[in-house]
């Protein structure tokens, strides 16, 4: 059943950059709503936890250290048809395959570093949300 928020982060890498303003315009323009957001940083145990889903990968460690270097920007958004949609605006996983106009082709440096996390299913939407924000900090 489809839902109409998903959940996103701006990564380490494009605060670092000074992206934040852009890409929330974008998500603005392309017709999201953010019904929670918060500027955090994660702990290596809270990175950890956040993406045990990949533990048995190699890239697993380095993507723990990576996602806790620095602070990070978590919302959920609001929109029908809200994972797809979101999905279709941050572009492929490698900058270098993403679409023009995406918000990973402007502002992604690696597959690592590309700016942005983007829920790929409407039941880790809600996981993802649910791990970052508590429902009174969640406001539609």
């Known amino acids: 059943m489809a839902t109409n928020r998903t959940f996103t982060m ?3 890498d494009a605060v670092e950059k000074n992206y934040i303003g852009g890409i ?3 998500i603005n323009e392309d017709g999201f709503k953010i019904v929670a957001m918060k500027y955090t940083k994660l ?3 809270q990175a950890s936890a956040f993406y045990e889903v990949h533990k048995e990968r190699p890239f697993y460690g380095e993507l723990v250290d990576y996602m806790s270097s620095g602070p990070i920007v978590a919302a959920i958004l609001e929109k029908e048809n809200a994972v797809e949609d979101f999905r279709k605006l941050i572009g492929s996983t490698n900058p270098a395959d993403a679409a023009e106009g995406t918000i990973r082709k402007i502002y992604a440096a690696s ?4 700016a942005v ?3 790929d299913s409407d039941e880790n939407a809600k996981i993802e949300g649910d791990f970052h924000f508590k429902a009174t900090e969640i406001f539609a």
Request: glycine fraction near 6%; hydrophobic fraction near 30%.
């Open 10 to 12: 701006i990564k380490p």
């Open 24 to 26: 929330l315009k974008m």
């Open 43 to 45: 702990s290596k145990e």
């Open 111 to 114: 597959i690592q570093a590309n």
């Open 117 to 119: 996390h983007g829920s």
